[in-house]
Nanobody
Framework: QVQLVESGGGLVQAGGSLRLSCVAS????????MGWFLRAPGRERDVVAT????????YYADSVKGRFTISRDNAKNTVYLQMNSLKPEDTAVYYC?????????????????WGQGTQVTVSS
């Protein structure tokens, strides 16, 4: 059974940093792209960042470019999201995703597995 377990969310002041982690099990981690999505209250789930299976290619939403960094450690079956210069509008539940493909795609239609989500709250 595939499991994605996120950690690292919490409450932080604007301008602060958080690092999210997602540990995967039950699947050949290094064979698939991974990603982070968010869902803010009253909104659809949106892509934040994705990374290819090898880690050589990444995608970032315009709203987080220059502030967030996605990375992965295939030896540890873990994907990370380093979030710097956080803003109140970054407040959301963040979800780890494991894709069906190797490429750093962005559509939820290609997500095979989801984590349970971790809350990130940025106060002003």
């Amino acid at each position: 059974q595939v499991q994605l377990v996120e950690s690292g969310g919490g409450l932080v002041q604007a301008g602060g940093s958080l690092r999210l982690s997602c540990v995967a099990s039950g699947r050949t981690f290094s064979s698939y792209a991974m990603g982070w999505f968010l869902r803010a209250p009253g909104r659809e789930r949106d892509v934040v960042a994705t990374i290819s299976s090898s880690g050589g290619s990444t995608y970032y939403a315009d709203s987080v470019k220059g502030r967030f960094t996605i990375s992965r450690d295939n030896a540890k079956n873990t994907v990370y999201l380093q979030m710097n210069s956080l803003k109140p509008e970054d407040t959301a539940v963040y979800y780890c995703a494991s894709f069906l493909v190797k490429a750093a795609v962005t559509t939820t239609g290609l997500v095979k597995y989801w984590g349970q989500g971790t809350q990130v709250t940025v106060s002003s």
